[in-house]
């Protein structure tokens, strides 16, 4: 790894820029390289495409004008999408208000489709960056956090000058792929901030969102029974579990990022071509003992798979009244108080984003009662 420019040091905001600044150089320059650590190697590859694309990074980013007839086309292409992110983009947005950072939600393409937070419209920066069915794909607007998290496939974070355009370099932004109950990326989520303190903290909340969206995705699709998954010794009920939901038929519907690296076949690159996965496909029980299970309120039970590995799952029938059962408010037939209890607390912490005195608060215990019950020290 090359030394970074003199003078830079870790931790100072300058010296950042300044490393920013100098590797746009070097990349903007034929036949020079980057230096490796100046910036994230997937940052150089976006630069590098629109320079590929005859892109001038001094020129201006241009917005398009959105029409009414265009936006109204983008909400109704878009309708059920939106609707199932968005109780999930307002506590977002609840998360951010006082951090001068807003969320995006776009499609695959790049559209913008919904937005939450605090959103200054008088600012022209904010205004024409959050219009529904602006397009802020690579070829549009440069390298931002929504082209390069569509265009990578992973969560990313880019910091002022990172950005491509010379009219972008105000933006810091956070941003995630979206996946949808089939595996394919249906979309991004984008935390943008302007002229804002840099928050690569950020880059950690817009992914475990992301993780929140793409498992109501997997649950609002039409099924009869959803399991959720984990591998033994880890708890059941959380964002991080596995969710493979399953019609009347064993028939495989859905199943969130999770449950497709947790259970070989069900990823659409390895799953066979043209022909549906069933239950018994890749779980080593019958369809009927699943059923059965979540109809007599059996909240664990360990599933073998064909590859010799084991799972623990928790079967859910869906009904009217579960049809979006996230796995975090559990039905309370046949299940331990104790167990009940337990899920409220640590949901309560959740949405305290860890600060155990507010949700205590919210809870009305004392934060020793948290910690006892939580079994923490």
């Known amino acids: 790894m090359q030394a970074p420019p003199a003078g830079a ?3 100072d905001p300058t010296s950042r820029l300044a490393m920013i600044e100098r590797a746009r150089q070097l990349a903007m320059r034929a036949g020079s390289t980057v230096p490796t650590g100046w910036v994230a190697p997937w940052i ?31 909400r109704e292409a ?6 199932t992110a968005k109780p999930i983009m307002e506590k977002l947005g609840h998360a951010i208000v006082d951090t001068r950072y807003f969320a995006i939600l776009t499609s695959a393409e790049g559209i913008v489709v919904d937005t939450s937070g605090p959103i200054d419209r008088s600012d022209t920066r904010a205004h024409l960056l959050t219009r529904i069915g602006t397009d802020l794909s690579e070829m549009h607007v440069g390298t931002t956090a929504i082209s390069t998290a569509l265009y990578e496939q992973q969560p990313v974070w880019l910091h002022r000058g990172e950005h491509f355009f010379s009219n972008t370099t105000a933006y810091s932004c956070a941003g995630a792929p979206l996946r949808g109950p089939n595996g394919n990326c249906v979309g991004m989520l984008d935390l943008t901030g302007i002229d804002a303190v840099e928050r690569p903290e950020l880059k950690h909340l817009v992914t475990q969102t992301a993780c929140k969206i793409e498992n109501a995705l997997v649950l609002a699709q039409a099924h ?19 969710i493979v939901c399953l019609d009347a038929d064993g028939l495989i519907v859905s199943a969130n990022p999770a449950a497709r690296q947790m259970v070989g076949g069900l990823d659409p690159a390895t799953a066979r071509a043209g022909v549906g996965v069933y239950a018994g496909d890749v779980f080593g029980v019958g369809l009927d003992l699943l059923f059965d299970a979540a109809k007599r309120g059996d909240h664990r039970l360990e599933i073998p798979l064909w590859n ?15 049809s979006s059962w996230t796995g975090v408010d559990m039905p309370p037939h046949n299940r331990p108080l104790k167990e009940v209890e337990t899920a409220l607390i640590r949901k309560a912490v959740t949405d305290a984003r860890g600060n155990v005195a507010q949700a205590a608060l919210a809870l009305g215990i004392s934060r020793a009662t948290v910690y006892r019950k939580l079994g923490k020290k």
């Open 308 to 322: 010799g590995l084991r799972l623990h799952a928790f079967p859910v029938l869906r009904t009217n009244n579960n």
């Open 224 to 242: 009869a029974l959803a399991l959720r998954l984990n591998w033994p010794g880890n708890t059941l009920g959380t964002d991080v579990d596995g």
């Open 9 to 11: 040091s870790p931790g």
């Open 78 to 83: 878009h309708q059920q999408f939106v609707h």
């Open 44 to 74: 150089e590859r976006s630069w590098q495409r629109c320079l590929g694309q005859g892109l001038q990074p001094h020129a201006r980013a241009v917005f398009d004008i959105v029409s009414e007839q265009q936006e109204q086309r983008t």
